[in-house]
């Protein structure tokens, strides 16, 4: 590691292998917390570049506990975190939307790193128990449409970093390593980001994986389409902004997507939208990000359609009705 940390603190980046040798060995806790520390620090100080994020994503998928769901053919919404509004729960709302709309979830996810609340947390808070078990993942998608996996119980590099990552409390490389590895590899994605750098990254690394996805960025520093400002979104064949009122939404502020102070407050916000009982800026907020998540799994629908199928999902309650299956199965 000595040598590694030598060759970044003068600037030098890591080839894809040594990337991936690097993530191997934290895996293996052939660091101590200091090295791993250290190492964090230099990309929290630089950008990281293609090579070294595809060897990183090479490394945790490669030791990965494999799941099969393919036949699922399912989508995962997911943000990189890291953009500093400790919102609440989107993408994991959003999720839910999806699922009641009758798509295939399966939802990465892990406790917030630098927010109050991410979504293993707010699953928890639901009394949900976590799995690694694929038959009891493939109940909850033949009886829910939708499946949640802890990250830190499918990586071994995710659940060896978490303390130094809790402990630093800001975002690291691995909040941009997270939406690439969910282990079952879901046919769609939506990701969102929170810089147009990043953007370009993923959308680069998407694009060498052959999957399907858009990339989705606002441009005030949200990872995901906050209606707080404009927002771009980039996918294997265009790149576009749009703005809120495009689709008829008023723009929200930062206080209207507060996720509060701890793991129960958001968790509060979360059921309040499935139940349809948040504040317009918090639903319309969740529906936009489902609307272009179900754009990516049928692109021969418009966005309006879209956004017409994840509000029908919402305010019928078959999305609650999903969530209430969920927890009730998964508990």
């Known amino acids: 590691m000595k040598n590694i940390l030598y060759k970044l603190f003068e600037h030098q980046y890591l080839s894809r292998e040594e990337a991936k040798e690097v993530l191997q060995n934290i895996s293996l806790g052939k660091y101590n917390d200091s090295q791993v520390a250290s190492l964090i620090t230099v990309f929290m100080m630089r950008n990281i570049s293609v090579d070294e994020m595809l060897g990183f994503k090479e490394a945790i998928l490669d030791m990965r506990v494999e799941v099969d769901l393919s036949e699922y053919k399912p989508v995962d919404i997911v943000g990189t975190g890291g953009d500093g509004k400790n919102t609440f729960n989107i993408s994991t709302t959003a999720c ?3 699922a009641g709309a009758g798509f295939n979830v399966v ?9 109050v609340s991410g979504a293993s947390n707010v699953m928890e808070q639901h009394g949900v128990k976590f799995t690694a078990d694929v038959n009891k993942l493939r109940e909850s998608m033949d009886k829910c449409n939708i499946a949640y996996l802890h990250a830190p119980l499918f990586s071994p590099a995710m659940k060896a970093v978490a303390p130094i990552r809790k402990n630093l409390g800001v975002r690291t490389f691995f909040n941009m390593l997270g939406p690439l590895v969910n282990p079952v590899m879901p046919t769609y994605q939506l990701l969102g980001v929170y810089n147009l750098p990043l953007m370009r990254l993923y959308s680069y690394a998407y694009q060498e994986s052959g999957s399907k996805f858009a990339v989705v960025h606002s441009l005030d520093g949200y990872d995901e389409i906050s209606l707080t400002s404009d927002f771009k979104v980039v996918d294997s064949t265009s790149e576009k902004i749009y703005t809120p009122e495009s689709f008829g939404f008023k723009r929200c502020t930062e206080a209207d997507l ?6 129960e407050e958001a968790a509060q916000i979360f059921d309040n939208v499935l139940n349809n009982k948040a504040t317009d800026a918090q639903k319309n907020c969740v529906i936009v990000n489902a609307a272009f998540a179900i754009q990516v799994i049928c692109p021969e629908k418009s966005i309006e359609e879209c956004i017409a199928t994840a509000r029908e999902s919402l305010e019928s309650g078959k999305a609650m009705a999903k969530l209430k299956q969920f927890v009730e199965l998964n508990s």
């Open 107 to 115: 939802k990465h996810g892990n406790y917030g790193a630098t927010s």
């Open 96 to 98: 839910f939307i999806l």
């Open 258 to 263: 507060y996720g509060g102070d701890t793991p």
